[in-house]
């Protein structure tokens, strides 16, 4: 999946203001009728496609979450080990909420497991990592 975000050169929390002045700057820079190299309009269309997904707030919201999951499934096998672990770590300490394995966890929410499984690797993968 292309990184949109690494095409216009900005931020993942960058605002509106930010993604235009960007997609400014790098369509003046690689507009064909400017820069004559070639891939100068392959450039330019990856910009213009960045800007356009990046400039409208449910495309942009979307975009995010399919960026976050395929983020995720690269690191398929380490999360759930990582989750246990902390689990084990949580009912050794005492803590309630460690009690239910992850399993239970799929089961039981198995329809919104593709969201919350992506925020809970997310979170276990800030405090692991």
Do not use: C, T
């Amino acid at each position: 999946m292309k990184n949109y975000y690494r095409i216009l050169k900005i931020d993942v929390k960058a605002k509106l203001k930010e993604i235009k002045k960007a997609y400014r700057n790098l369509s003046f820079q690689l507009h064909p009728d400017v820069n004559s190299s070639e891939s100068a309009s392959d450039e330019f269309s990856e910009v213009s496609e960045a800007y356009y997904v990046l400039k409208d707030a449910v495309r942009r919201r979307k975009y995010d979450f399919l960026l976050a999951k395929s983020v995720s499934d690269r690191k398929a096998p380490n999360w759930e080990q990582k989750v246990n672990r902390a689990a084990d770590m949580g009912r050794k300490r005492g803590y309630e909420y460690a009690e239910k394995p992850i399993e239970k966890l799929k089961k039981k929410y198995s329809f919104e497991w593709d969201f919350w499984g992506v925020l809970l690797e997310f979170v276990v993968n800030l405090l692991f990592a």
